[in-house]
């Protein structure tokens, strides 16, 4: 595999070629160093684009936020910088890309922004609301089991975003995620993308007698 295809592996084995690219929203302008062995490192991807631009504002408050599979970090970084307030914790298993992320935090003077893998992060800690264009081609077992892991960490009260393609299975991930009792809805849709609203759930499969 080559360019940003192993980005979902610990330490890629493709090569560094250093770049740059820029985060344009209307309400900032971010520049962002990035890499090969990364995801959508030649360009900000436009699901992730679709997802800062159609998805909610963060909480001017103090929250907890997740960045779940940032990469490189735009989702993180737009997200500290819209509530600086808040803790984001920007998560990947890349090292490559939590190098980046945190590189790219610092150079825009966002010391709001905890880089970490998922095993770093303490277990009490919760999300108020959590922000991610999830790795679907880890395949659907692997996308379920990180979903569950990360969606029950959710604050009562909390949402989780995720941006999905259409023609990679939105729709039957929305009904998926509705069926485990976590309550989906499809906020906007855009080019085949679907941007999904994710309500933390009532009751586990355990609660309902589920083995």
């Not at 080559?2 to 250093?18: A, M």
Request: net charge negative; glycine share 8%; aromatic share 6%.
């Amino acid at each position: 595999m080559t360019g940003d295809q192993q980005y979902w592996t610990s330490r890629p084995e493709v090569g560094s070629r250093p770049d740059q690219v820029t985060l344009l929203l209307p309400d900032l302008e971010v520049s962002l160093e990035t890499d090969s062995g990364v995801f959508s490192g030649a360009r900000i991807d436009r699901g992730t684009r679709f997802l800062l631009m159609k998805g909610p504002q963060p909480t001017e408050g103090a929250a907890e936020l997740l960045d779940l599979g940032c990469g490189y970090g735009p989702i993180a970084c737009a997200l500290a910088a819209r509530s600086p307030r808040s803790r984001v914790w920007a998560v990947d298993v890349n090292e490559r890309a939590l190098d980046l992320c945190r590189s790219n935090a610092a150079s825009a003077g966002l010391d709001n922004v905890v880089v970490t893998t998922p095993d770093d992060i303490p277990d009490d800690v919760t999300f108020n609301a959590i922000w991610s264009n999830p790795p679907i081609r880890i395949g659907k077992e692997a996308l379920h089991d990180l979903l569950s892991t990360w969606l029950d960490r959710l604050a009562p009260g909390g949402t989780a975003h995720l941006v999905v393609q259409r023609h990679l299975g939105s729709d039957s991930l929305a009904r998926w995620l509705t069926d485990e009792g976590w309550a989906t809805q499809r906020r906007a849709s855009r080019k085949g993308f679907r941007l999904l609203d994710v309500a933390a759930r009532l009751v586990t499969p355990t609660d309902r007698g589920q083995p």
